[in-house]
T-cell receptor
Framework: AQTVTQSQPEMSVQEAETVTLSCTYD???????LFWYKQPPSRQMILVIR??????QNATENRFSVNFQKAAKSFSLKISDSQLGDAAMYFCAYRSRGAQKLVFGQGTRLTINP | DGGITQSPKYLFRKEGQNVTLSCEQN?????MYWYRQDPGQGLRLIYY???????QKGDIAEGYSVSREKKESFPLTVTSAQKNPTAFYLC?????????????FGSGTRLTVV
């Protein structure tokens, strides 16, 4: 079974600085998708960024980018120019192509210090 | 606006009672999911449905039941057999199973046993 591990339960960063959240996963599949979701205090889950495993180029969405290392099974999220609104729980998630479910990591709580 | 509506936002259950959580979507999505969120454990899949009148158990289905009589609706019943039902419950949908677009989530229901 696939598993997703987020080894940092909590992280903090100064406003306007850069922070990287770690995620590793375990799978025997070669074709899959990876996601980062944000859960602010409202508890609404919001998709931040997605990566297709067969694409070597790292995904980027404005201030959010990923470092996808397929051989190492690593999928970290970098947030540049951190803003107070970035404070949230961040979940890494995995899905095999054709699979029905997303597998989530335990989450990382990110605090932004003004 | 299209989206997923979960109700109620907060729900209190007495010991031995069954309660039903509502989930409605107007996104015309085929697949729907129920996840349970507990602190430090991420999200765990309870049930999912790919089409009307069909659903499958997820990783923690014991003590829960679902129905899918309409494409738009996927209610979750927490039965008295669920030993530890206090948790945050999230409903999600995707355009189809195996979609690489991730999920759209509702805003959740917080269930507390009193």
């Amino acid at each position: 079974a696939q598993t997703v591990t987020q080894s940092q339960p909590e992280m903090s960063v100064q406003e306007a600085e850069t922070v990287t959240l770690s995620c590793t996963y375990d799978t025997s599949e070669s074709d899959y998708y990876l996601f980062w979701y944000k859960q602010p205090p409202s508890r609404q889950m919001i998709l931040v960024i997605r990566q297709e495993a067969y694409k070597q180029q790292n995904a980027t969405e404005n201030r959010f980018s990923v470092n996808f290392q397929k051989a190492a099974k690593s999928f970290s999220l970098k947030i540049s120019d951190s803003q107070l609104g970035d404070a949230a729980m961040y979940f890494c998630a995995y899905r095999s192509r054709g699979a029905q479910k997303l597998v989530f990591g335990q989450g990382t709580r990110l605090t932004i210090n003004p | 606006d299209g989206g997923i509506t979960q109700s109620p936002k907060y729900l209190f259950r007495k010991e031995g009672q069954n309660v039903t959580l509502s989930c409605e979507q107007n996104l015309n999505h085929d697949a729907m999911y129920w996840y349970r969120q507990d602190p430090g454990q991420g999200l765990r899949l309870i049930y999912y449905s790919q089409i009307v009148n069909d659903f499958q158990k997820g990783d923690i289905a014991e003590g829960y039941s679902v129905s899918r009589e309409k494409k738009e609706s996927f209610p979750l019943t927490v039965t008295s057999a669920q030993k530890n039902p206090t948790a945050f419950y999230l409903c999600a949908s995707s355009i189809r199973t195996g979609s690489d677009y991730g999920y759209t989530f509702g805003s959740g229901t917080r269930l507390t046993v009193v």
